[in-house]
């Protein structure tokens, strides 16, 4: 009997010209490891263009209670930084932090909200909602042109792990928003200065 087309297509499925066995008692599934595909997807492969690009996560430094730690230059009344004073400390952001180097995927559809956009991590990553990325900017190679400029930010709203069954986590996905007064200075533009190369 000829060979159905169909089980080309769907070599884990039982064959359609076989009545006798509609359900299948077991299969051969060729599960997809996200984990890797996600790094091809970064980083490149054999058959495919890196789509990654090089930028900064800024890690909010927590307590062990996990809340946020302020930066000493809070007033201790109003809980905002001295208008009069720039503190180098935090550089305007009034929570102490660290930062590191993160290749990203950024999915910034404009058919999506408004200055929300999706970045997508390696699964090692552990991004948490309150960090921040930072998008760098970069010469006509795509690399970050040195000393480093930072170009954007945007504060992670929310960070999705995804997991496969077995409840390993895959990949990363954070929803950020587009901060344009990044500084906790709100409306004091000529205070808001750029860090020029702190990494």
């Known amino acids: 009997m000829a060979q159905d ?51 900064l ?7 062990d209670d996990g809340n946020p730690i302020k930066c000493p230059c809070r007033d201790t009344i109003t809980d905002e930084p001295d208008e009069d004073f ?14 590191r180097k993160i290749v990203y995927y950024k999915d910034d559809d404009t058919l999506s909200k408004k200055d929300e956009v999706y970045f997508y991590m390696e699964y090692f990553e552990n991004p948490r909602s309150s960090d921040w990325i930072i998008e760098l900017n970069i010469d006509e190679e795509g690399l970050p042109t040195v000393p480093l400029t930072r170009k954007l930010y945007y504060k992670s ?13 895959e990949y990363w996905r954070c929803r950020a928003v587009l901060e344009k007064k990044w500084s906790v200075w709100y409306g004091n533009t000529s205070r808001q200065h750029e860090p020029s190369s702190r990494v």
Do not use: Q
Not at 161 to 168: E, L, P, Y
């Open 86 to 99: 720039y503190c180098r400390t935090c550089l305007g952001m009034g929570f102490l932090w660290d930062e």
């Open 157 to 169: 709203m929310a960070a999705e792990a995804f997991r496969s069954d077995t409840g390993r986590i």
């Open 5 to 55: 087309p169909w089980d080309n297509l769907y070599p884990s499925r039982v064959s359609v010209s076989d009545a006798s066995t509609p359900w299948p008692t077991t299969t051969s599934r060729i599960e997809i490891d996200l984990r890797d595909e996600m790094h091809k997807l970064l980083y490149g492969a054999v058959d495919e263009i890196a789509k990654g690009r090089t930028g």
């Open 57 to 63: 996560l800024r890690v909010v430094r927590r307590d």
